[in-house]
């Protein structure tokens, strides 16, 4: 059982709460109460006044991720040590670290995590200068919506692995809560975008095209029109991430005029344990 950190009290989530805002975790420390009371195991403090929110990291999956984690450095091994007994008595089958720099992960891997992915981090400036890729045939690009996440789930699926692929839910909400445009050929969709701005900073968070449909522009043109409606909004910076070997997706990054940011983040996991232990 866990013995470093314990359930938040209602009366401690008034310091934890800015920390996940500013992380973007939580839209507001409504949620986070919200949280905490329906799922006590997700919010957690210690004595020190350090603190972790953890969370499924995809429903198909049993994977926890440490959401956030706000501790020293030195302290990082007690704390992820005690947070995988808290995933092993929830029911889950390992634990995530959280995305650090990899400059950042030794304490992560001092706690015996080891890194599984590596993500990589592209930034454009002046996206309203981007020059508009020659479209190819019949394919256009429209702003997507309701009716087309059950195309976009497809899409998804079809598009990442496991590891990556959103659930349905969670791309429903993506959709409400930023902007989404869809590729289509012959009434058919193939690939679909997600935009985002927070604070004044544009992102694309995601970009998926059919694998049977690819290296025929539609990557270029759905980068384009989700850089293009960003710039819009009065973005100066678009930024995105993809992860370190996907040489495709770097590549038409870079063709566009995405410049690499020096660094890369990682995330580390635990070894499978048996929940039931």
């Excluded at 384009?224 to 909004?233: I, K, Q, V």
Aim: charged letters at 25%; hydrophobic letters at 45%.
């Amino acid at each position: 059982m866990s013995g470093v950190t314990r359930p938040a009290a209602a009366g401690e989530l008034h310091w934890v709460a800015p920390a996940a805002v500013r992380a973007r975790l939580v839209a507001d420390a409504d949620e986070i109460a919200a949280i905490s009371a329906s799922e006590p195991w997700r919010v957690r403090v210690t004595e020190r006044g350090e603190a972790a929110l953890l969370g499924r990291w995809r429903e198909h999956t049993d994977d926890c991720a440490v959401l956030g984690l706000w501790c020293g450095p030195s302290r990082v091994p007690v704390l992820v040590c005690d947070l995988i007994e808290v995933a092993r008595t929830q029911g889950f089958g390992r634990l995530l670290g959280p995305l650090v720099p990899a400059s950042a992960a030794r304490p992560y891997l001092d706690a015996g995590l080891r890194v599984v992915q590596r993500i990589v981090i592209y930034r454009l400036d002046r996206p309203g200068r981007l020059i508009a890729p020659e479209p190819p045939a019949r394919v256009t690009v429209r702003e997507a919506d309701s009716s087309d996440l059950a195309a976009i789930i497809r899409i998804d699926r079809a598009a990442f692995d496991g590891f990556w692929r959103y659930d349905p839910a969670q791309l429903e909400r993506l959709m409400a809560e930023g902007r989404a445009a869809v590729a289509e050929e012959d009434g058919t969709l193939i690939g679909y975008t997600l935009a985002t701005v927070s604070g004044g900073d544009g992102s694309v968070a995601r970009l998926a095209v059919l694998p049977g449909r690819r290296r025929r522009g539609v990557g270029a043109m759905l980068a384009f029109d989700a850089a293009s409606w960003l710039a819009g909004c009065g973005v100066k910076v678009v930024t995105l991430s993809t992860q370190h070997d996907n040489e495709a997706s770097r590549a038409l990054y870079e063709a566009l005029g995405f410049r690499l940011i020096p660094g890369e983040l990682v995330a580390c996991a635990s070894g499978r344990f048996d929940a039931r232990d």
